[in-house]
């Protein structure tokens, strides 16, 4: 499986045509998809195309939402990455989703810290965006100790979603 990033705690592995089952096991609960698109558990169908999309994007942009697994034992923990968001405006968004037996951890945080860093430094853009549920309050607290800041709200999916954004220039100073 090849590695795209390792932060302290957690590996980040670009999906297997096969791993469905891992993205349908996070996303199959109310707790785990209910800030998501929808706001409804993913069908194992829905989990199948995204392992596609995600493979596509990381051929056609170098950078997608990942599988995370902890590199203590090599559990899968959750999914994060970052992912073209706006193809005409070259805009991306970071976005990440954790097991509820993983909350609490600090993986989100570390997560979104590593992704930043490695995303701006390897110069896939200057700056990318990232945007919560408006009652997802931890998600929004990451973001913010992850160094985003947040900016005009934007709506997405039929709700007005807080929007974060980091730039080069933030993580240089």
Not at 152 to 166: K, Q, W
Request: aromatic content about 10%; hydrophobic content about 40%.
């Amino acid at each position: 499986m090849q590695t795209i990033l390792e932060t302290e705690r957690l590996q980040f592995l670009m999906w297997q045509p096969d791993e469905a089952p891992l993205v349908h096991a996070l996303h199959s609960t109310l707790a785990t998809s209910r800030f998501m698109s929808g706001g409804l558990p993913w069908t194992m169908e829905r989990c199948q195309s995204r392992i596609e999309q995600w493979i596509d994007e990381q051929d056609d942009d170098g950078t997608t939402k990942y599988k995370v697994v902890a590199k203590s034992d090599g559990r899968f923990v959750g999914r994060a990455g970052i992912s073209l968001h706006d193809e005409e405006a070259r805009e991306f968004e970071l976005g990440y989703a954790f097991n509820e037996d993983e909350w609490g951890k600090g993986y989100a945080t570390e997560a979104a810290r590593g992704l930043i860093a490695w995303f701006l430094g390897k110069g896939f853009s200057d700056r990318l965006i990232a945007f919560t549920h408006p009652e997802n309050f931890a998600s929004q607290h990451v973001l913010r100790k992850a160094g985003m800041r947040e900016i005009e709200p934007r709506l997405i999916d039929g709700f007005v979603a807080p929007t974060f954004e980091i730039g080069a220039s933030d993580i240089k100073a």
